[in-house]
């Protein structure tokens, strides 16, 4: 069987690659093993146009916030769901210093940053001692259903393959200029042959042959899921960890940024500080109904990588999203349908080429 593309991996990158060159009518298959936790399956879902305790805006934000919310649109409309809606972060600062940081970031970042209108309706539902500011517009996306939904499209499209990609039964023919009407044919397993496959595997990048010398940081990130009754949904709720709405009416409580960690098991210890700060902060009652864990496919420069590898050609990557995916995937993953379909250049911050000194040794 020949396709035009291989995609390996069924996260939220490879979920938009495969959805844009679909939509530019390329017969594409997508190979991944169903597994219960992966950091897109984990992943809180949020875009927050600003990051870090100086509060500053992220990289690209005025570009990908608006191209992410037509993105989520446009998908969920298709699939008949509602992939994308706005929930703005409510940060309860902490201490008298961090609210004294966010008012002077507030004339600066004045597009995002704001005070609530009534704050004083949040008093029944938690204690706070020093006010609130307002991050507004963030937006909240339901990975959980969009990796289903789109799950159930490609298998009626024969387009997925549910099994491990095994990396020793890939053959990649002689490489040739990239973007040629020539390009060598790659096959995988005696099943499938095509002129390009794209890795988005997430964290199963690190040990990837092809691209394993890219900077990864390994990051491990944990979350409490929780039942917290008559908490409104429409806002997510900062104050050291994220309160965030979830599916099946819970709430997702976290997270962690492990960078030196033996596993990848649930700890105590995260439970128990997320323990500690709900006693004091939240007044409601709550019930923890899981703990879950994963590793995310994070780098060092905390910029993508998107493109095709500089001694294999017909060898692309998608990857290295970290904790800003549901933001940049959608954007990088048009990117690189573009340059496939109609061999428009690629970001150079973004490419991967940047280290092709690196990836040619």
């Known amino acids: 069987m020949e396709v035009d593309y ?7 990158s490879g979920s938009f690659l495969s959805w844009y060159l679909i ?54 409309e298709t699939l008949g769901a509602n992939l994308i809606s706005q929930a703005n972060i409510l940060d309860f600062h902490p201490t008298p ?38 991050i507004n517009p963030c937006y909240l996306i339901d990975v959980n259903l969009l990796l289903d939904n789109w799950r159930k499209a490609l298998k009626t499209q024969n387009a997925l393959l549910e099994e491990t990609f095994d990396i020793n039964k890939l053959v990649i023919a002689n490489s040739s200029p990239l973007n040629t009407h020539h390009s060598p044919l790659t096959t995988y397993n005696l099943r499938l042959t095509t002129k390009k496959l794209i890795f988005c595997d997430g964290a199963a990048g690190f040990n990837n042959p092809y691209f394993s010398l890219l900077p990864y940081a390994k990051n491990k990130g944990e979350a409490i899921i929780t039942e917290i009754k008559d908490l409104p949904r429409n806002n997510i709720y900062k104050q050291g960890i994220n309160i965030v709405p979830w599916k099946d009416n819970l709430w997702w409580i976290g997270s962690t940024y492990e960078w030196d960690f033996k596993d990848l098991n649930p700890t105590p210890a995260f439970r128990a500080k ?18 879950i864990a994963s590793e995310r496919p994070a780098n060092l420069e905390r910029r993508p990588f998107v493109g095709f590898h500089p001694k294999h050609p017909n060898i ?30 690629l970001l150079p911050q973004a490419d991967v080429q940047r280290f092709s000194k690196v990836l040619s040794r």
């Open 97 to 134: 210093q961090m609210k004294l940081a966010f008012e002077e970031r507030l004339p600066v970042e004045n597009k995002y940053l704001r005070y609530p209108d009534n704050a004083t309706a949040y008093e029944q539902y938690f204690n706070y001692y020093f006010g609130i500011g307002e």
């Open 23 to 76: 939509q530019a009518g390329k017969k594409v298959m997508v190979i991944d093993q169903p597994q219960p936790y992966t950091a897109s399956k984990v992943a809180s879902g949020v875009i927050n146009p600003v990051t870090g305790r100086r509060i500053v805006s992220t990289w690209m934000i005025e570009t990908l916030m608006p191209f992410a919310l037509d993105a989520y649109t446009n998908m969920g």
């Open 316 to 345: 692309g990557i998608l990857n290295g999203m970290g904790t800003k995916g549901c933001s940049l995937a959608p954007y990088f993953a048009k990117q690189l349908a573009d340059n496939l379909v109609n061999g428009t250049p």
């Open 6 to 12: 291989i995609i390996v991996g069924q996260g939220i």
């Open 274 to 291: 997320v323990e500690q700060q709900l006693s004091q902060w939240l007044k409601l009652p709550y019930t923890i109904v899981d703990h």
